[in-house]
Every structure is written in structure tokens, then in C-alpha cells.
């Protein structure tokens, strides 16, 4: 039997490694009681090392920097932003969210694969400045370096008179039931502009998404046509995702290059 400091190592591990772990099946894999394993869920969580949540914990999280999540989990986005790229249609014009997934989009993007990408990402348009048979247009707005994106009264006006084929928007936290949300309101004012103003609509999460939290909802699930998860996705959330939502297409990511 493990030490109380192992163990709790141990969940650590997991958590981080995971996003979410359930107490029964921590109980499980350290062959211990669910109660000894609540106990430690409960110190560690007062430590502020995980989130206690009902059957297990998650991962706490902060709100990085958009140049941290560029350089964070390369491999894992550009597994999904290669499925994101397959959603585009020769002629689309493609609304493109900021964000450092769509960021790898982009970077994979061949000229004339879409017939416009529009985006309220300097950062999206300058990766996209080789192409010449593919229209690149930046929205208006006030640039915010915390998101890498313009926002704003001035996105809202541009995005009223933009009708896509086809939008892959960012989220920060997505929930079978709640929906989509983003941590910021103005992020999610232009983000369910993005949806309302778009034929199709895609978007990518990373395992952690589908626990992560944000106060700010912008749309509902199945506003959605495309969600394409991680190769290692929890099976029971992908269950969970195609009871609630049979319309909604689930694309599976390659695994992730380590």
C-alpha cells in the first residue's frame, strides 16, 4: 500500500495528466477505500493543487497568455487542427476565431484551399501572408495581446456584414448540457457574432475543455456542425456528446506526435 504522500502524488499525476479523474476509479488504481481517496481530494484541493468536483476532481487551471498556449501542447493541437482543416470546402469563406488551435489551422492552410479566411487574429492573417490565391481579411477592433485578438464595437459591426460558409470559433470550456463559453464577455459577444453569422460552424477543444469552466456562455451545442476531440478523449463523454446531440458531427483527431 502506498504512503499517504504517494498516493496523493499519485492523483496528482493523473489529474494533470488526465483533466479530470473519478474517485472510484482512483480508488481503484491505488487500491485504497473511495473514502481515503476523498480525504485526499479534500487536502489537496485545500492546497489548492486540484478542483474537488461531484465524484472526483479536476485540474485547476488560470488563464494563460495567448504567446503561453502558442508555445503549450503543440503536438495535441496541430493533431486537431489538421481535422479542422478537412471541414474546409473548396470556395468556403472561412471566419476564423483567434486562438492558438485555430493558430495551427492556419500554419496548415494551402493557397487556394478556401476562397477567403476572415479572422480578428493579427497573428492568424500574418501566418496566412504567403498565400496569393486565398483573400485574407482582418476584422477592426482593439487589439487585446492577453487574447491575441481584436474585440470590440468595431469586430461587432464588421462581423453584422459578413455572411461565412463556414466558421471554426475557439472555446474555452465546453459542457454536453451548458454549452460553450469563453473567460471573457467581450470574447464571447464576438465569438456568438462568429456562429450567427456563419452557414457551418466547427470548433476543436483539448481533452481539458470538456472540464474546464468559463462564466461567459456564447452559444449552445448544438449551434455546432463539427467537434472534433482528441484521439484519447474520455469514451464516456464522447457517449454523452452523440446521445445529446445526434446531429452534431464528432470528428476524432489523429494521436497526437509526441
Known sequence: ????????????????????????????????SDDTVRRDLREL???????????????????????????????????????????????????????????????LLEDGQAAAIVTNSPQLALALGDLRSTRIVLLGGTYHAACGAVLGARTLADLQQLRADLCIVGICALDPERGLAASDAEEAAIKAAMLAGSTRRAAAVLNERLVDSAPFAFGALAELDY????????????????????????????????
Do not use: W
Not at 485545500?46 to 485547476?60: I, P, S
Not at 467537434?227 to 494521436?255: F, G, S, W
Open 1 to 32: 500500500m502506498q504512503l499517504a504522500e504517494e498516493r496523493r502524488q499519485t492523483i496528482l499525476d493523473a489529474v494533470e495528466r488526465e483533466g479530470r479523474v473519478l474517485a472510484t476509479e482512483l480508488a481503484q488504481r491505488l487500491d485504497t
Open 45 to 107: 484541493d485545500a492546497a489548492g493543487l486540484l478542483r474537488r468536483v461531484h465524484g472526483g476532481a479536476v485540474r485547476r487551471t488560470r488563464s494563460a497568455s495567448f504567446g503561453e498556449r502558442i508555445d503549450a501542447d503543440v503536438a495535441r493541437k496541430a493533431a486537431l487542427a489538421q481535422a479542422l482543416r478537412d471541414c474546409i470546402r473548396p470556395g468556403d469563406t472561412v471566419l476564423v476565431d483567434a486562438g492558438s488551435t485555430n493558430l495551427a489551422v492556419a500554419r
Open 227 to 258: 467537434l472534433v476531440l482528441e484521439a484519447d478523449a474520455p469514451p464516456a463523454t464522447i457517449a454523452r456528446l452523440r446521445e445529446a446531440h445526434p446531429a452534431l458531427e464528432l470528428r476524432i483527431a489523429a494521436k497526437a506526435r509526441t
